[in-house]
Structure formats: structure tokens, C-alpha cells
């Protein structure tokens, strides 16, 4: 991606991170959980080309590159926005998809570089197969989404300080369990919900089935996280429980955070510090950061992680209340609305290519 489509120093965005982890090799060919398996069995199947499954000539609005309501921009309602003109709104809602977008693809890289580490340190071979299709479903999104923002956006940020920590820790970490925790659960699981946000509310198509079809992926990688860490995180002592608790807890925090988008607001230089302090308070901002958690509240208390201090920091975050959503029928819904969109897609191309041939007779 070009640097120049930055709207900050690009410097922000590249840096190097010491690997760590043992390369487990196992010789167990013939042996392997049936659920994981059957995972690997759909990863395999569910590939898709990003260069064809998706229509790039749509071309979008930059005024409004999603096609939401005013209601759901962060400051809606605020004296900043009441303040602003037409134009200076559409500024705001172009940067700020570039900031989401740009997110998205900063993470996606993490993914990619996490769910390859996945492959060397597992000790599964069943486990293994699955973290291999991954490898090829993140870089297919790290494709579609610098695409959209070379291509749609033309604007991009670099990588969110929040984020940038996160994925410092989940990276440098020798234990294989908690780059699946980090990646599989927390950030792939917080972006599971942003994600859904825009597929459900975007009028814009290429935005709204773009993120469809990145989470018919990732639902697939959230139930290889749980699968594995629900099986291992038995037997671990509880002081190692805690300490992974721990590490969610501040996850949890700096994700929450991250949200805030401050980087947006400081390089418009629109009051950013009363932008901030509005979303703060804002009860739309909170009904939004509940919803970003939907997934990974269940996800943690379905792999026995959700003890007293995990349920105060959500009480605190102010989203508790989803801990016994069902992930499956969650992932299952994820898969239909996919493929429903696949299905329409299919169907008007062979329209235009029935109506195309009519008009030659």
C-alpha cells in the first residue's frame, strides 16, 4: 500500500516484533479431535477469491463510504457535530471508515503473522490443519480490506496504539495458548462485532458484503480458539488460570480504549478532547462498545475464564449480560447471511449475463 494515502506518519505503522515459541512436531497422522477436524474439513471448502467473489467496480461515496445514518457516527448529537457543516461531516465520515477500515487491516496482518506462529507451536496436528487454512483466510483479508482502502478509501491510518500493545504481547509470548487467546478469542473476537456492525447496517454493498464474507472466515477461527483452549485450559493450576484472567482483563481495557478513535479526532483538529469526553458519556457509544463484547464474553466463559475479576471488569465496562449467548447459533448465522449474499450475487450476474444474451439474439 502506498505510504502516501497515511493520514498520519507511516512510521506509526511499521515496527518489529522478537518472535518467540517452540516448533512442535507431532507424527500422530492418524489421530485428531473430530470437531477440530471438521473445522479444517469447512476451511477447506469455504476458500473463496477475494479478486472475484467481490464486485470492485462499485464505486462508493466518500462523504459517506458506507452508507449509514448519521446516528450511528460516534459524535451524533455532540455541539462538535451540531457545529459542523455538511462537507466538514462527510470529511469526518471518510476518515473515520479509513480509521476503522485501516484497523481492520492492521489486525488482520496480526492474524496472519499469529495464526502462521499457530502452525509451528501447537502441539496438535489436528490443530495444526486447521491453523493452515487460517494462514490463507488472513491473507485474503489483509488483501480485500488494503484493496478497499487503496482503491475505495484512498485514505489510510496506521495502527492503533492499543492495538500495536495488544499484539506486541500476543506475538512476543512463547506460550502457543496465548497467542490462541489473544488472537483467536480477544481480537478476532472483538472484530467479529465490528464487523457485524457494518454488514448489518451499511447500505453501501461492497462494504457490507465484504465484511460478510471476512466473518463466514473468522467465525470459523473464534471456534478453533474455543475448541483448543476449552480442552487445555483444564488442566492448568489456577494460578495459571488467574494469570491468563489477568491478561484479559487488561486486554479488555485497552481494546475498549482503542475504540475511542482518538487518532481521528486529533488530526482533524475539531476538539478532540470534547469528542472524546462525548463518547465517553454518550449512551449510543455505550450500546455500541456492549455490542463490540457480545463475542467475547461467551467465548471466555465458555473456556473457563470468567471468574469473579473477569466479571467485575466487565460490570465495570458495562457489559455483562452475555456470557451464556450461544456461539454456535452465533457462527451458524454468520455462515447463512454469507452465503445469502453469495447467493443473490450469483443470481443477478446470471440475470445480466440472460439479459445480455437476449439482447444479441
Not at 40 to 45: A, I, P, T
Not at 75 to 100: C, F, N, P, T
Not at 239 to 261: D, H, I, K, P, T
Request: with cysteine.
Amino acid at each position: 500500500m502506498s505510504t502516501r494515502m497515511y493520514a498520519l506518519p507511516v512510521e506509526q505503522t511499521r515496527w518489529q516484533v522478537p518472535g518467540g515459541g517452540t516448533t512442535v512436531f507431532d507424527w500422530e497422522y492418524d489421530e485428531g479431535r473430530d470437531r477440530l477436524l471438521s473445522l479444517y474439513e469447512k476451511g477447506k471448502q469455504k476458500q473463496w477469491d477475494g479478486a472475484e467473489r467481490l464486485d470492485w467496480s462499485i464505486e462508493i461515496d466518500k462523504g459517506n463510504p458506507m452508507g449509514v445514518p448519521e446516528q450511528t457516527i460516534a459524535i451524533y448529537g455532540s455541539r462538535v457535530w451540531d457545529s459542523l457543516g455538511e462537507k466538514d461531516r462527510g470529511m469526518v465520515r471518510h476518515h473515520l471508515a479509513s480509521w476503522q477500515f485501516s484497523q481492520f487491516l492492521h489486525g488482520e496482518q496480526g492474524a496472519l503473522i499469529c495464526s502462521s506462529k499457530i502452525v509451528h507451536t501447537v502441539p496438535g496436528l489436528d490443530a495444526k490443519f486447521y491453523a493452515a487454512t487460517q494462514v490463507m483466510d488472513e491473507a485474503r483479508h489483509v488483501e480485500v480490506y488494503s484493496r478497499y482502502l487503496r482503491e475505495k478509501l484512498e485514505l489510510a491510518y496506521p495502527i492503533n496504539p492499543g492495538l500495536k500493545s495488544l499484539l506486541d504481547e500476543v506475538i512476543t509470548d512463547s506460550r502457543w495458548d496465548m497467542t490462541y487467546l489473544g488472537m483467536q478469542v480477544l481480537i478476532e473476537g472483538l472484530a467479529l462485532a465490528a464487523f457485524a456492525l457494518i454488514r448489518d447496517i451499511a447500505t453501501e454493498p461492497l462494504a457490507k458484503t465484504l465484511n460478510a464474507y471476512v466473518m463466514q472466515d473468522e467465525a470459523r477461527h473464534v471456534a478453533f480458539g474455543r475448541l483448543a483452549l476449552r480442552d487445555f485450559y483444564p488442566e492448568l493450576t489456577q494460578a495459571e488460570r488467574a494469570e491468563r484472567e489477568e491478561f484479559c482483563v487488561e486486554a479488555c481495557y485497552l481494546m475498549r480504549q482503542r475504540f475511542l478513535g482518538e487518532e481521528v479526532w486529533r488530526n482533524l483538529d475539531i476538539d478532540a478532547d470534547e469528542c472524546i469526553d462525548y463518547m465517553r458519556h454518550s449512551e449510543h457509544f455505550k450500546r455500541f462498545q456492549s455490542h463490540l463484547f457480545s463475542r467475547i464474553v461467551p467465548t471466555l466463559n465458555d473456556i473457563g475464564l470468567f471468574g469473579d475479576k473477569m466479571r467485575q471488569t466487565f460490570a465495570d465496562i458495562g457489559i455483562i449480560g452475555y456470557e451464556n449467548a450461544d456461539l454456535d447459533q452465533m457462527m451458524e448465522q454468520d455462515e447463512k447471511i454469507a452465503d445469502d449474499l453469495d447467493r443473490a450475487r450469483i443470481e443477478q450476474v446470471d440475470q445480466a449475463i440472460a439479459v445480455g444474451q437476449l439482447a444479441d439474439d
